[in-house]
């Protein structure tokens, strides 16, 4: 290979770096992405992250330190390998959950995504205008090959959303996550480039 060669390969590994230092605003019919405002978006986030569904859905513990979840939402509009967005209503103007880019995986140019609405946000169409905001968003201002998510068994609202922007089966982890006694399977999912341009055609 030639040094020019080589120049070019280089150039083209660095031009495929995700980058998101800077936080847009996103704003839809009903919600609006937007960066964290944490003195203003705590509370609402805590009421989020104490709710029973959604420690259910999401698979986490009831019980968290308070400083240590503060000072991680003080450091979102910081990180540039990743993009955390609140969602807020529009009419209310009071946030309702977040939506997340994350874990980049250079091996097929992919990153995951997951979203959490809270008690405030669930049964009006929130979540499905928050994914197709952010799906659009990267895959516009990125060159990602595709977006990859995980779903669990019992929340197959949840997966019709996805599969509405979508999103299509890739595989099954099983038994991912023990909740009152049984073993719940996890459901990967992706939507690729291709795919996702093909529904804007």
Known sequence: MTSGMMKRTKLMELNRVIDFSNKPTITGEKVILRPFYVEKDF???????????????????????????????????????????????????????????????EADHSMNFRILIGPRGRNRGFGTEATRLMVDYVFTHTDLSQLTLSVFAFNPRARKVYEKIGFVFASVDKGDLQFEGEWIDSI???????????QRE
């Open 188 to 198: 990967n999912m992706t939507l690729s480039r291709e795919d996702w341009e093909k």
């Open 43 to 105: 509370p609402y986030l805590e009421e989020c992250l104490r709710d029973p569904e959604v420690l259910k859905l999401t698979g986490s513990e009831s019980g968290f330190d308070r400083e240590e979840v503060l000072q991680w939402y003080q450091n979102r509009n910081d990180q540039s390998d990743r993009l955390d967005l609140a969602i807020v209503d529009k009419e209310e103007n009071i946030l309702v959950g977040e939506v997340v880019v994350n874990l980049y995986v």
